[in-house]
């Protein structure tokens, strides 16, 4: 399995995309096409935490009033399958790795993933 959940409209997603081969990879528009109950926990089996897949610069937050710090796991999954922009994004999803968001470290493990695989 390799997919890539995104949002098109970020260019944040669009540039990391750009950047590598994704030939052979489904795409998924997150706003379009949300993450379904059965993607989310497929996730969750690979990295243990909801909170690892939770976007936690969503504008739905303020929105919303929600203090995140107060948030347990079943909450961050709930969030997540609620709204679209709850979900950490770009996820790339392999047959064992999930790779998350945009942070440094993410990203320089993701590009060690590709290079090694692809």
Not at 24 to 41: A, F, H, M, N, Y
Not at 55 to 73: F, H
Not at 87 to 96: A, G, N
Not at 110 to 118: M, Q, R, S, W
């Amino acid at each position: 399995m390799k997919k890539v959940f995104y949002l098109k409209t970020c260019t944040t997603n669009k540039r990391i995309m750009s950047s590598l081969n994704l030939s052979g990879w489904e795409l998924r528009e997150i706003k379009s096409e949300p993450v379904t109950q059965k993607e989310l926990d497929e996730m969750y089996r690979k990295t243990k935490s909801y909170e690892a897949l939770f976007s936690k610069k969503s504008t739905q937050i303020k929105l919303r009033g929600i203090d995140v710090k107060s948030l347990k796991e079943k909450d961050f999954k709930a969030l997540i399958l609620d709204h679209y922009s709850f979900l950490k994004r770009p996820v790339f999803i392999t047959d064992d790795a999930v790779f998350a968001g945009s942070d440094k470290n993410n990203l320089e493990k993701l590009n060690e993933y590709f290079l090694i695989k692809n």
